[in-house]
């Protein structure tokens, strides 16, 4: 089978409450991974800003715009420079009161490809985003774009194979993940490093299971809690692409960091072949995955 | 939350084509895992014979035996001898022409608590499966045992989240995987290596997605293709224990084993709390899971 190469970047970085200052550093990143010869990037979730979600402030809402919208225009002009497609995280306001957490993705001509709305909403203190952000309503859809069919999802998604596998179903070509997890900063070494490694063990059997690439974009820092009733959250980066095995490809760690690599999108039929797993899902015997529990008769 | 301790053993062992021989390695395992307190443990996939699938034979169909069985009853009198629940597998003779990869679950009395039967059945060059296990009809539920509720998987289920998923949903309380899983010899030692890293990343990646541990038992050493037709398999054992975060709790490597550890049952619902996922599955568009696949309209 022949290659079918795509290099890809990711942009890793801090954030703060200067919006600028964070769009020059996901733009400088960019820039840095087209020049490395990156023609799909993906950016972190929520770029634009700190995490807000520390905790419930209505005032937070003011902090989202329309798609298009400002953030959409800046970018797709830095698409279009850089002949780059690039998959952004923003916080939508799609009418007064309504709101979503949404990826966006551009063209290499800098035209809107198309969105996704996070479908799976987390909840748990210091991540309150069941307050901010509807659950989406576009379904699973990937985008299509000139760098291939984008099966996007966004951060708490990452943890459902639903998610990964409905994308893949829809024949997306790689998985991505723009994402802002981290610690709580009292947890003690050992959970720390099971959440970590949950979470990329996690990914990367989306990988396996579906026979695809995977891309992973966490911010990085420490962001205080505002309303000071926690100790904040430190982002733990470690963004990484993984190959269709769930191998991974490339990987980078706690730093601010443009992590640029090649994905050879022939390799998942390759893999696919020896382990056809779509061929043998048992669909005749999957109905009671749209149940919430299997109560006991 | 308390600590509901359950110590659970692994046998993990070379089979050949004595079948005495093969259940005297089992029998002598279960021993020494009960010896070390183990309450439940779990058998390799097919562990009275060699992984005979390597061809397609169909004189082979005579190693099938009914359920119960002779087996059963062996393996049930060493259940009640040493008080521990088994998880075995066998080739399961239903009626004549009718067979299947069968889990059976014997009681620390050593009655049968339940069956399981293999609902993913591979076929890949070396694993032609299709050709002698009718695809399972029992679908996905656990067996309740004195050690708990059991959510028994067999070897190919492990790389179907769907799978998985349908037990935690049914209220399984670990997740089980008798296996047998080796290497092509010809494959180049990174090929083997992704192998064997993404058989391990799923199932971790099960316990991750459920909240629950994960206990998988394979066989180990080469066995050759009596046909000739390939090089045989080099089984390349690594049977593990996960607990809810996917965390390894203790792992072989490929050499005959017997893995005895403890499992906390209640983190589970500790992990749960933190990491809600069935809490937050988006049943409401989940639908498409039960299609082979989401054909462009």
Redesign the interface.
Known sequence: MKHRTLTVGLVQHTCGEDRDANLAATIAGVREAARQGARLVLLQELHTGPYFCQHEETDYFDRAETLPGPSTDLLGAVAREHKVVIVASLFERRAPGLYHNTAVVLERDGTIAGKYRK????D?PGYYEKFYFT?GDL??EPIDTSAGRLGVLVC?DQ?????A??MA???ADLLLYPTAIGWNPPDDAAEKA??R??WI??Q???A??NGLPVLACNRVGYEPDPSGHTEGIQFWGHSFVAGP???LLAAVGEQAAVLVTEVDLARSEAVRR?????R????D??????????D?R
């Open positions: 479908m799976h909403i987390p748990d659950p379904g699973f708490w943890w459902f194979p639903e998610a596998r409905l179903l829809a024949g099971r959440q490694e949950a063990t996690i990367r059997a989306h396996v299971a095995q769930g191998e020896i382990w056809p797993y779509l043998d899902r048992r669909i015997a999957y109905q009671a995955l749209t149940l919430r529990y299997r006991p």
